[in-house]
């Protein structure tokens, strides 16, 4: 897209990456679902294989469908590259393995998404890679093992799912000084919220299967950054296979086109909510970086644009309040998804972080009767009165000891 319009991000969303790309006048992209990529011309077939020519050879590496989707969310993001995965996992996964070595170290945060840390705990410590992983309200113990040394710096904010802010833009600067490259998933945020690259950082990461995609049908991941960094986790990817299929790229740039008015509605949604439950007597706490109260409230004014439509919240009475007021809401789905029009609630128990035990939940600062609430773009009077009969229900079965129905 020509650089002197400079087009915002409501343009882009639509418009961003598809000049070109039609066929016979089709107004939409077109979904290329082939394999491979023909050539009568022997020698132009060598030059696009060896990249000294553009087009394609075979899906796993290039598709014409899925490079609109990686353009789209390249501008988005305001990034130099990018490229896309099958999922948000395969775009993180891919990303550490692409760009670590035995003998590097890992600064990161203990609540990054459960799949990460599973990561870091797990995986990541096989091949000699030290990891540490800081207590992501402590600032300052995250800059003191960001300045013992680093290769890379793994940051989430905010983070799933107590919504924790951690300031990009400083610890991208230290990070910067220690020559680590710093990654940010940004799936919470999305880029109308947030663009962790103008705050210092080097690569972001998304699940696309969340905010981009926004209905919930599709799965998918993105990275973007720099041109070298992004082309290093592209040849890792173009041999681990985690690609993203034209279908899903389809569906996605097909939702991407209504990124920022679902965004700015699940904004205002969330907002509402989180006031409301902070209010209400059989709510302990609320997670949400929108409220004044939220430790993070300062810094999250500061990098973001929006506060995100993602929230959580703490019941009286421990997870038996969780099972009884859950089952009564009707406007939720009660799943471990995200980001869709739909509103969408989950346990960490039962959800994003089931793979944890209890203990390694309550290290992370996950209450046992944590509901994440993931807030759709309905109608936000109908969302509050929902949710008022459920608390009311589980508050009425908290106070007479009765089981949860
Ligand atoms: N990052 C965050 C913040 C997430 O919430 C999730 C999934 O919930 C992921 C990454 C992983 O994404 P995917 O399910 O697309 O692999």
Not at 152 to 169: F, G, H, Q, R, S
Not at 183 to 201: E, K, R, Y
Not at 283 to 310: C, I, N, T, W
Request: hydrophobic share 40%.
């Amino acid at each position: 897209m020509s650089k002197e319009l400079a087009p915002r991000q409501a343009t882009l969303s639509i418009w961003g990456g598809e000049e070109g790309v039609r066929i016979a006048g089709a107004t939409q992209v077109p979904v290329v679902n082939s394999v491979a990529f023909g050539y009568d011309d022997l020698d132009r077939w060598r030059d696009v294989a060896l990249g000294d020519a553009e087009g394609d050879i075979y899906s796993r590496n290039t598709n014409p469908t899925v490079r609109v989707f990686e353009e789209k969310i390249r501008l988005l993001e305001g990034a130099e590259a990018a490229t896309s995965f099958s999922t948000g996992m395969a775009a993180i996964s891919a990303t550490l393995f692409a760009l670590l070595e035995p003998g590097d170290r890992v600064v990161s945060v203990k609540d990054t998404y459960g799949g990460t840390n599973r990561l870091f705990l797990d995986y990541v410590p096989r091949f000699g890679i030290d990891v540490k992983l800081c207590d992501t309200s402590d600032q300052d113990s995250i800059l003191a093992e960001i300045d013992a040394g680093c290769r890379l710096v793994y940051l989430e904010t905010p983070t799933n799912p107590t919504c924790k802010i951690v300031d990009i833009e400083l610890l991208a600067r230290r990070a910067k000084a220690q020559g680590a490259v710093v990654v940010v998933d940004n799936t919470f945020a999305t880029p109308i919220n947030q663009n962790p690259l103008s705050l210092g950082a080097d690569l972001v990461v998304h699940s696309a299967t969340k905010y981009l995609g926004g209905h919930a049908d599709t799965l998918g991941g993105a990275l973007c950054g720099s041109a070298d960094l992004v082309a290093t986790v592209f040849a890792y990817r173009e041999v681990n296979g985690a690609t993203l299929h034209p279908d899903s790229a389809y569906m996605l740039l097909r939702g991407m086109k209504t990124l920022q008015l679902r965004v700015e509605r699940q904004n205002a949604n969330a907002m509402e909510v989180a006031r409301f439950l902070d209010a209400h007597a059989f709510v302990e706490r609320v997670f949400y970086p929108g409220l004044p109260s939220h430790p993070g409230h300062d810094v999250a004014k500061r990098q973001m644009s929006g506060f995100g439509g993602m929230l959580s919240f703490q019941l009286t009475g421990g997870f038996e309040s969780v099972k009884t007021m859950l089952p009564r809401l009707r406007f939720a789905h009660r799943a471990a998804n995200l980001g869709a029009v739909e509103t969408t609630v989950a346990p960490p128990r039962t959800g994003s972080h089931v793979e944890l035990s209890e203990q390694e939940r309550a290290a992370m600062g996950i209450p046992e009767a944590l509901v994440r609430y993931s807030a759709g773009v309905e109608d936000v009077a109908d969302l509050l009165a929902d949710l008022d009969q459920a608390l009311a229900h589980a508050a009425e079965r908290h106070t007479r000891h009765l089981t949860p129905t």
